[in-house]
Structures are given as C-alpha cells and as structure tokens.
C-alpha cells in the first residue's frame, strides 16, 4: 500500500489556504440569517508550554462541523485569538526580567504556528490579542459604561488573598482552600477594591440560562452560584441593659428561609467582620474577641464553611431580644458565618440547622424544638431537648399561635405576622457576591479613572473616569514586576505614571494603580471578533446584528461559573446600553471530555504521561491526529489516549490515499454515472447510506460514527478494481471537513481547480438508504447457532417461526424448553432455553 506522503501533502495545503484567504468571513447579504453561523473556541491562554492535546480536541471538532455547515450553503464566522493577560508571564517577567509583552508575544507566535499545524479552517485576519493596546482600548471603555451605570465602585472588603501571587483573589478562583493559580493556600486580608456589582444582575442571570441550549450540568452550577433563595429579613433589638450600651438603639437585621423556626432561636451569630462586633462587645469579651477576629482571618471562606470543621466561636457579652417572643439570646461571633452572604448575622436554630446544632453542642446552648416530624397530637409534650438535629419540613410546635400548621403555612404565616409588626419581611438572597474585580499586578489593563481630592471635596467623591477620547490608557515601563505584598501593585511605584492631572478639574490627581483580573479581556471577546480593526467603536452595529449571537460555543466545563457568567453579565449590560441585539451571548454551548493520559490519569509532567501533538503531527501528521481525537468517542465524554488507536487511524488515512490511486480519468469505467457502470446495487445503496449517516453524525457532532461509517465505506471501495468517479467523490468531501490536506489533495487528483472547502457537500436518496433484504442474526441463550436473509420488515411472528426451523438452531432446541423469544426486526433473533 503506498505510504500517504503527509509531510509534503500538509504543508502545501497550509500555505495554499494562507494565500487565498479561503476561509475569510463577509458579511455578505445574500446570505440570510438562517444560512449564517457563528461558531466560537474558547481562546487559549499561550502558556510558554505551547499546545497541548487537548487544545486540538475542540478546534478539530469545530472545524469539522463548520467545513460541513460551509459546504451545505452557510456563511460561516471561525475566528481565533489570545487571551493574553495573566499571571504566569509576569511571574516570569518577576523570576528574569523579561518584560511580559516579549514572553506573551513569543508564546502567541509559537501557539499560532502550532494551531496552523493542525489545519483549522480560521479566519486568521479576525486573530485578537487581549494584550494589545488596540483591544484593551476597549475593555476599558467597557469598564467607563460600568462605572457611568453605578455598577463598577470602589470599596475596601476582606477578600481572599494569595500570599504567593501577592494578589486578590475572586471567590470563583479559590478551589480547595488553595489559589487556583499557584496552589498556595488562601488567605484573607482586607484591602482596597475595585469591584463590579454582578448582583444586581442576579435574577436576570438566573431566569435566562433558561432558554439556552447548554449542557444542564452547566446550567445547574450556575444556578447553585447564583444561590436564590425565598425567606424573610427579621430585625433583632440589642438588649441594651449594658450600662456600657446605655442610650443606644442597636438592631441587628438576619435573612432566613426558615421564618416558621423562629420560636427556635436560642442564640445568634456574627461574622466576624460585621460592623456591630464592635459596638456591641462589652469590656469583659473585647481581648477576647479581638484575639478571635485575628484569627478568623487568617481563614480562607471555604475553611470556615467547611460543615467537617470543628465549630469555634466566642461570646461578645451581648444580647439581642427574639422579636417572636421577648426572650433574651446571646450573641456569639464565630467564623462559620460570612459577612459575604445575607447580612453577615443569622439566628441560630440548632434543633433544625446541622451547623448551628454542633455549635450549641459545642458551646452547651439550648436548643429548643419547633418542628415536629410528625403531625402533632393534642396535649402532647415537646418540651423536651430533641436527641437529633431535624432539618426536613414538618408541623410547627412551641412556637404558640402557629402551633400545628405544616412548615409551608407557617412560613407565610410568621412573614405576614413580622411584616404586620413592622420587624420584618420577605425577602428574597442570593448567594452571588459582588464580583471583586481589581488585581495588585501589573501585567493587566489598567483601569481608566484617577484619584482626585479636589473633585472628592466639591463633587463628593474623588474618583474621576478618564475621557473616552483618552482611551486606551497603556501600561508603562517598569524595572520592576514585583508585587508590593501590600495591597498596591508595582504600578504604585511608578510616581511619572501615577501623578498626573483630573481631567476635569485640571488639578493634581492619582492614577488607579490596581489593575483588572485576566478575566476581563475575555469577557466581550467574541464581539471584538466581530469587527477587530475597528478604532472607533468595539464593534459597529451592523456587523453585531450580521453575526451574533454565537450559535455554538466549544470548551472546557471548568470555565462553567467563571467566564461564562462574567460573560453574561457584560453582555447583558451592553443590551442594557443599545450595543448588542441579543440579552445571551452564546445561544448553543458544548463542553468537550478532557483527553486523559494512556494511563487513563489527568496528563502532567509530574505523572510523565503527557503526550506533545507536535511529535504527533511530525511522525503521523495533521491529519492523523485530527482524525484519532475526533474517532476516541463521543466529544463530551473523557477518553484515554491510546497510540494504538492512532496508528489505526493513520492506515485508514493511507488506504483512502491508496484508493485514490484507483482512479484514472482515462479509464470509461471510473467516468461511468451510477446508471451505467458495473457496480453492485448494494454498494451504491452503501454509498447513500454513507452519506446520510455522515451528514447526521456531523451535524449533531457525533464524528466518531460517522468516522466508523466512512471506514466502513472505505473497505468496500477497496475491493474494487476500477474507482467510478461517483462512488469516490461524494467520500472525498466528506473525508475533506475531517482530514482537510488528504481532502484537498484527492480533490485536486479528481482534476478540480477549486479548493474542496468550496465543494457541494454530497446529497442522498432516501429511498436507497432503506434495505429490502434484512440478515437475521439467531441466537440461542445469546450465541450465535445460525442467520437466515429475508425480506426487510419481516414481523416478529415470522422470524421466530423461521428462526427455529434453521438446521443450525434446531439441535440446539433438542430435550430443552423454550423459556421465550425475544425478535428484533430486521436483526436479530434470540431463542432462550432452559
């Protein structure tokens, strides 16, 4: 068989396709709308390591339906770039001196080059840098329309702190207890922030991820990090017989979405930050709650939610008077409550709350139940401390006028009553924060307002947005990357930079030294795609309403919760603002498997299992690699690299070039139509079938059956002695979106001049996809005794009647007894005995 020459073969294709700019995107109106389609890879970060075989998993896939939507008429928008902001290349810049735009630049080229490798049908004129003052330009001007809207403000906030990065970290980026990055543990420092009001997007986040067609498992994490929740505020009195507190009305106001437990809180609790510690901890608890504050937080969010953790707490020496009943309860602080979620104060009710339950163990407290799990009984005592924690509804108990309601009445009931006395209401939370936007870095885009105190004096506040005219605003030189570990970034040092004048006081002003998370560039970038040379505006209108929004979006799901709701949210600002003409901006998402080492474990090089696709691309090429990622299984499910399987695929790729030296267009028969060439009706029917199944598979992304259908297909043309030209072309097209060089190459060996991305993609004949004659498969307790042929829809009634008269099949059935036949038409037939 002749070795298929793909070290020749690949590169002329690449630079062919490079010239003539073939896959380059115009919004051309002669396409309708439901002939358009934007499909998006998420963008890499270029890493120093380069590619590896994960990154060509998703592209393959996108590539191979967008060739397959381009030859069945569709105008097709395929673009790449670099998310190229991060934290990596400025710990280089810190470790030796390399400024972070030369190591970013280098890593771009090398990811490029890489990605070109590999064939992708991108439109390469559209390649964004998020890096490049010309796109960041604009990711600052996003920020300025945030800032104008009152959602982008200025705060000091505990947040979670890297002491290794030496940086704030969003919650989102936190797994474990550890930086997401470095792997350090997290801890927390209070600190000066810019941060982005995420929240009040909260139930419009929520109630669109219905209409999405995204994988529910995203969907569902979504839906957990926005966290709503239905329950009532309910306002707490301080008790004030403290001669220290004399005079002064405190209220402490808690979010619950148990109001019908009420009668049940015995004690409450602050997070240590809440700005009532202070007031309310008397002389006697202040060393000691002082100590307890330190301690706290030295603790990331995730150590002190941790339901496994030993419970700690301290008492301020206060009390707070339970609104439902009078009684006095004390109030503890303990770390096991966030100042982050609801008010930062609850009411404990350990009877029907785990984590309130171990505290009062912990800490001797009453506990006091109020729902019973059965229906209450007249004149019986519930007086009695409950052996276990309950936290399931049930009937409410001890808690007076509501005895006896089930939990759902009571719930309404106790709400109306608190709203009635004008000491609470309904309310609706979410566990959603405000999305801690800013970074101590440098490498990231600087953030577009300035610090002035005359503004702050006349005008009430001294931060001042620059004048859009002024954009972008670009990162100095610096001698030092250093992060200050203070809470300032190493912009902070540069005083030429950081002095300059208001502009609109023309006075003396700070610029904002923080700078934005990696976050941000990738949070609009899809539309920066959509007209990237553009000076005057992110994206003109009528190029927004051409394309967007995205109809299908491939990536990993660890970008679940992360990018995509940061994604959300500014897009649905923009649509607030007239800059977009959709409120979602990817209407259709998939998540590929990860590719697992050949020891079926994540690839690292700490484990020695990575594979490199550049040695694969040079011992096998291109093609080969494409072909094998796309044919290990379905795209969403996880799979194991196995070389073996590569292999496999390469001799596929070589018997197609082996088939392709069949065809002479000298040769009459190889010229025949369908209608007059000696073929087998059966081949031909092969041929539509093949078609069909292809054009399925490829549609809906399933491109590991149609690869075993065009195998199939395959086998067959290779037992012919003489290739007709219309058995062979059909497969060359298809084979041309999976294996684009060897497509191109057996195209123009057919005598085409045309690249095969320009070709028609093959139709079918329905009525030849359909079999008349059906080999039934018998079995007997599931072996295979013997097969018989027959007409296709055969009933069941007749192939199990045929079934046991077959010589193969009878012996089997001798001295035994028939238990039942299960038939399957047009299959199979299994005869179960015993």
């Known amino acids: 068989m002749a070795k298929y020459p793909f070290e020749e073969i690949e590169p002329k294709w690449q630079k062919y396709w490079e010239k003539h700019k073939s896959f380059k995107a115009e919004e051309d109106p002669a396409f309708p709308k439901d002939k358009r389609s934007y499909v998006l890879d998420m963008f890499p970060y270029p890493s120093a390591q380069g590619l590896h075989v994960g990154h060509p998993e998703g ?55 890489q990605i070109k490798s590999l064939g992708f049908s991108y439109d390469w004129d559209r390649e964004v840098d998020t890096s490049s003052a010309e796109y960041y330009k604009w990711t600052q001007w996003i920020f300025l329309q945030l800032f104008k809207k009152g959602l982008a403000y200025e705060a000091e906030s505990p947040i979670n702190w890297c002491p290794s990065c030496k940086t704030g970290l969003a919650n989102e980026e936190v797994k474990d207890g550890l930086c997401d990055r470095c792997g350090a543990k997290v801890t927390r420092k209070r600190i000066r922030q810019w941060i982005l009001k995420i929240t009040a997007y909260a139930e419009r986040l929520l109630a669109d991820l219905d209409g999405l067609d995204w994988p529910e498992p995203v969907k569902l994490m979504q839906r957990n990090w926005i966290g709503k929740s239905e329950g009532a505020n309910v306002v707490f009195k301080v008790d004030t017989a403290d001669p220290d507190k004399k005079g002064e009305d405190l209220f402490i106001e808690i979010y619950t979405t148990r109001p019908d437990t009420l009668f049940g809180a015995t004690y409450m609790v602050l997070s240590p930050e809440h700005p009532l510690v202070e007031k309310i901890t008397t002389v006697e608890q202040k060393s000691a709650v002082n100590a307890y504050i330190e301690s706290a937080a030295r603790k990331s969010d995730l150590e002190r939610t941790d339901l496994a953790k030993e419970k700690t707490g301290v008492f301020s020496g206060a009390y707070a008077i339970n609104p439902v009943n009078d009684k006095k309860i004390p109030i503890w602080i303990a770390d096991y409550v966030l100042i982050s979620y609801g008010t930062g104060a609850i009411m404990a009710v350990p009877a029907h709350d785990e984590r309130d339950w171990d505290f009062a163990k912990a800490f001797n407290l009453p506990i006091i139940l109020v729902v019973s799990s059965d229906k209450p009984e007249a004149g019986k005592d519930y007086s009695a401390e409950p052996a276990e924690c309950t936290v399931a509804d049930g009937w409410t108990v001890n808690s007076g006028q509501f ?7 009571t719930k309404l009931k106790v709400t109306a009553w608190l709203e009635e006395k004008n000491i609470g209401k309904k309310a609706i939370n979410y566990k959603l924060r405000d999305w801690i936007f800013s970074r101590q870095r440098y490498w990231g885009e600087p953030i577009p307002v300035v610090h002035c105190e005359k503004c702050g004096k006349d005008h009430g506040s001294p931060i001042v947005p620059l004048d859009e005219k002024d954009l972008p605003l670009r990162l100095p030189e610096v001698t030092s990357y250093t992060p200050t570990g203070t809470g300032e970034s190493p912009l902070a040092g540069i005083t030429g930079w950081v002095n300059t004048t208001c502009p609109v006081c023309g006075g003396p002003a700070k610029r904002e030294t923080n700078t934005m998370p990696q976050w941000a560039g990738s949070c609009w970038y899809y539309l920066r795609y959509l007209d990237p040379h553009n000076p005057d505006v992110f994206a003109a209108k009528d190029k927004v309403e051409y394309w967007a929004p995205v109809d299908l979006y491939v990536g990993g799901a660890e970008h679940a919760v992360l990018h995509l709701l940061y994604s959300r949210f500014w897009h649905k600002v923009l649509y607030d603002l007239g800059l977009v003409n959709t409120v979602e901006p990817f209407q259709r998402l998939i998540n590929q498997g990860m590719i697992l080492g050949e020891d079926n474990q994540k690839m690292s090089k700490s484990r020695g299992n990575v594979i490199n696709p550049d040695d694969i691309v040079k011992n096998y090429g291109a093609d080969s690699m494409r072909m094998y990622e796309m044919f290990m299984g379905p795209l969403e499910v996880s799979k194991p690299w196995i070389t073996a399987g590569l292999i496999g695929v390469s001799r596929f790729l070589e018997r197609l070039w082996a088939i392709g030296e069949k065809y002479d267009p000298a040769d009459p028969d190889c010229l025949a139509d369908e209608n007059k060439a000696p073929i087998p009706e059966d081949l031909v029917k092969l041929l539509h079938k093949t078609v069909k199944k292809v054009s399925a598979d490829t549609a809906s992304l399933n491109f590991n059956t149609a690869i075993s259908q065009m195998m199939i297909y395959s086998n067959e043309l290779a037992k012919l002695e003489t290739l007709p030209r219309f058995l062979w072309e059909p497969l060359v097209i298809m084979v041309s979106a999976y294996a684009p060089h060897l497509g191109e190459e057996l195209w123009e060996e057919l005598g085409h001049k045309e690249s095969v991305s320009k070709a028609v993609w093959p139709s079918y004949d329905e009525k030849l996809t359909v079999d008349s004659e059906a080999t039934i498969v018998v079995q ?48 199979l037939v299994n005869i179960v005995v015993k």
């Open 59 to 113: 592209y393959t896939a996108t590539d191979i339906y967008c060739r397959y939507l381009r030859m069945n008429g569709f105008n097709v928008l395929h673009p790449m770039g670099f998310d190229a902001f991060g934290l990596p290349a400025e710990n280089y810049a810190i470790k030796t001196g390399t400024h972070p735009a030369v190591t970013t630049a280098a890593n771009i080229n090398k990811f490029r080059s």
């Open 780 to 827: 007997v307790n599931g072996k295979i005794r013997d097969k018989f042929t027959t007409a296709a829809g055969t009933s069941k009634e007749e192939l199990e009647k045929t079934a046991r008269e077959m010589p193969g099949v009878q012996k089997w059935l001798e001295g035994q007894t028939v238990v039942k036949v299960i038939a399957v038409q047009d299959k």
């Open 403 to 409: 005895d006896g309601l089930p939990t759902s009445e």
